[in-house]
């Protein structure tokens, strides 16, 4: 895997969790389909419509699930029914090794923190499960903020907290919500490509 690393000067590193730090998307694919079939789904969760939403809070892709396929189901019963899925395969979940292996050379001179649009039980247990959550002293998530990625809220709590200027912060991410929240926030981005979908 190749990460394009942008020119300039940083300070500080923010990582998302999930496909970028984890190797976690295909286990949250998987727990969204037995969630979502649990709730009596009469449709399979479209797998690229699953992609183009990472980073959006739990809850809010049950919305976006509901108004795409006309469905009404409960976004908290559906939520915890797929993080129970996901927990059961935690096992599964591997380090991406070229991302990890970044962050811990970086933090040895420079904050690092991770914001995720996942729970914050939940991705505080991806980040011991890959044995980095030491790593990682300050952890961003949904609960923390008023609006998650793409609204910019997360990674400028990220900065705030870091002490380091919003434009001299660094994220690293694997989708399109998080290069906009990046974005919105003033901050460069790095594409982490999806082992396995390029």
Request: aromatic share 10%.
């Amino acid at each position: 895997m190749h990460l394009d690393i942008p020119d300039g000067d940083f300070d500080a590193y923010i990582f998302d969790c999930d496909g970028t730090l984890a190797d976690s998307m295909p286990l949250h694919y998987r727990a969204w389909c037995e969630a979502l079939a649990a709730a009596g789904a009469s449709f399979t969760f479209d797998e690229d419509l699953f992609y183009s939403l990472g980073g959006t809070p739990t809850r809010r892709i049950v919305g976006h699930i509901n108004e795409h396929y006309g469905s009404r189901f409960d976004p908290e019963a559906v939520a915890l029914q797929k993080e129970k899925s996901y927990l059961a395969g935690l096992h599964e979940v591997q380090p991406i090794p070229e991302v990890v292996d970044f962050a811990r050379r970086v933090a040895s001179s420079s904050p690092v923190c991770v914001a995720s649009g996942g729970s914050n039980h939940i991705v505080r247990r991806t980040l011991e499960y890959i044995g980095v959550a030491d790593l990682f002293p300050i952890l961003i998530t949904p609960e923390q903020v008023s609006r998650g990625k793409p609204h910019p809220d997360m990674f400028l709590l990220a900065a705030e907290k870091m002490g380091v200027g919003p434009g001299r912060c660094l994220v690293f991410d694997d989708g399109p919500v998080g290069f906009r929240a990046a974005e919105a926030a003033g901050m460069k981005w790095v594409r982490v490509p999806q082992p396995g979908r390029g």
